[in-house]
T-cell receptor, first 114, second 112 residues
């Protein structure tokens, strides 16, 4: 059974720091991996999608890497800002026959203080 | 603005009542999903649909049903609500079953 773990569960940093959020998964047979952001009481906003054949994706100050063989992904946030405060979720997509689903980690709750 | 619309935003429902949560997307995505999010349990898949006319069960389908009569709409029905169905429900869609997923803003449901 695929399990997705995110470490740390919570993180509090001063503004300007570079951050690394970690995501690990137990089954390397994933199709892709997606990082989301969730603000309190809101829906999920897609940040980055990495296909299983890719090593990394970048969007602005965000960089996500994927090492499928070791079952790990990291989300790097450069020069953090208070507006980055949110919960960050990673999800892996599994495909088996006609069935597919996203399996989510529990998230990392990030607080960036001025 | 293109996206996913869920209704209602929140609802308090008496146990035993029937309730349909609505989800509409205007991106012409083929695949749609319903998740519930609970503290400590994260997001869990309830039902999914890879294309109009087909549906499938996710991790926690009991007590829920879905239909996919057309591409845009994917309603989730609770036939007889129970307190354990108190949760935040998210609808999502993707162009295919394998591409980037987009989420709605959620429906906060409280069953009393």
């Amino acid at each position: 059974k695929q399990e997705v773990t995110q470490i740390p569960a919570a993180l509090s940093v001063p503004e300007g720091e570079n951050l690394v959020l970690n995501c690990s998964f137990t089954d390397s047979a994933i199709y892709n991996l997606q990082w989301f952001r969730q603000d309190p009481g809101k829906g999920l906003t897609s940040l980055l999608l990495i296909q299983s054949s890719q090593r990394e994706q970048t969007s602005g100050r965000l960089n996500a890497s994927l090492d499928k063989s070791s079952g790990r992904s990291t989300l790097y946030i450069a020069a953090s800002q208070p507006g980055d405060s949110a919960t960050y979720l990673c999800a892996v997509r599994l495909v088996s026959g006609g069935y597919n689903k996203l399996i989510f980690g529990a998230g990392t709750r990030l607080a960036v203080h001025p | 603005i293109a996206g996913i619309t869920q209704a209602p935003t929140s609802q308090i429902l008496a146990a035993g009542r029937r309730m349909t949560l609505r989800c509409t997307q205007d991106m012409r995505h083929n695949a749609m999903y319903w998740y519930r999010q609970d503290l400590g349990l994260g997001l869990r898949l309830i039902h999914y649909s890879n294309t109009a006319g087909t549906t499938g069960k996710g991790e926690v389908p009991d007590g829920y049903s879905v239909s996919r009569a057309n591409t845009d709409d994917f309603p989730l029905t609770l036939a007889s609500a129970v307190p354990s169905q108190t949760s935040v429900y998210f609808c999502a869609s993707s162009d295919s079953s394998l591409t980037e997923a987009f989420f709605g803003q959620g429906t906060r449901l409280t069953v009393v």
